[in-house]
């Protein structure tokens, strides 16, 4: 192979770098590793409320109790589980199945995946925490009824609560869809232009 032949697929090289690599990929890049530090910052915080709501309410739930009817435990064992399904679902939204091989087209896209698994985590905020959370609450309170009056057919103020609960999980669902919207996927549609750009 001769110099000459180099030549082209060298200048080439050269162009995408200097194409790619300025203020429009920095900004990019910064802008992902502040989500990275949100992620984990609430990832951490999440955890560990959501595993001390569980022990506490298994403490004072349950095991401090005298006497506890098999609803209320029913409750508790719900919430528990509950809240361990939120735990696993925040920990394998993280996992990447790309390796950051030390250049900048394996790092774009390991950070593409890592955008898409949180966007998609946050879109189905309704399945994984909302969701199991109104059915922990609900027989939790409904086991709360019937140790107070031996009936399983709730009253008005535990309809009313338990429709309180769904107002602000439907609130919260709707906040977190729009802020997936506002804030996440336009910083994945520009980190996927500069994959585009890279590989072009």
């Known amino acids: 192979m001769e110099l000459d032949d180099l030549k082209a697929p060298w200048q080439q090289e050269i162009h995408q770098s200097v194409r790619v690599e300025g203020p429009s990929m920095t900004t990019i890049l910064s802008d992902v590793k502040k989500i ?3 992620v984990r910052f609430r990832d951490f915080w999440m955890i560990f409320a959501l595993a001390m709501g569980a022990l506490l309410y298994l403490i004072f739930g349950w095991l401090t109790q ?4 098999w609803l209320s435990r029913l409750g508790v064992l719900v919430f528990i589980g509950a809240t361990s399904v939120m735990c696993i679902a925040l920990i ?14 394996s790092r ?15 879109n189905r905020v309704g399945y994984w925490f909302l969701l199991p959370m109104l059915i922990a ?5 409904l086991g709360g009824h019937h140790a107070r009056t031996g009936s399983l057919v709730p009253d008005a103020s535990a309809i009313g609560i338990f429709a309180a609960c769904g107002l602000v999980y439907g609130f919260t669902y709707w906040l977190v869809r729009r802020e ?21």
Do not use: C, F, Y
């Open 92 to 105: 394998r939204a993280r996992r990447v199945t790309r390796s950051d091989d030390w250049t900048l087209r």
């Open 137 to 141: 609450n609900g027989i939790s309170m």
């Open 180 to 200: 997936t919207k506002r804030k996440w996927n336009p910083v994945l549609g520009r980190l996927q232009q500069l994959h585009a750009d890279l590989v072009s």
């Open 108 to 122: 774009i896209e390991m950070e593409i995946e890592k955008l898409k698994n949180q966007r998609r985590l946050m």
């Open 36 to 38: 990275d530090r949100e």
């Open 66 to 69: 005298e006497t506890v009817d």
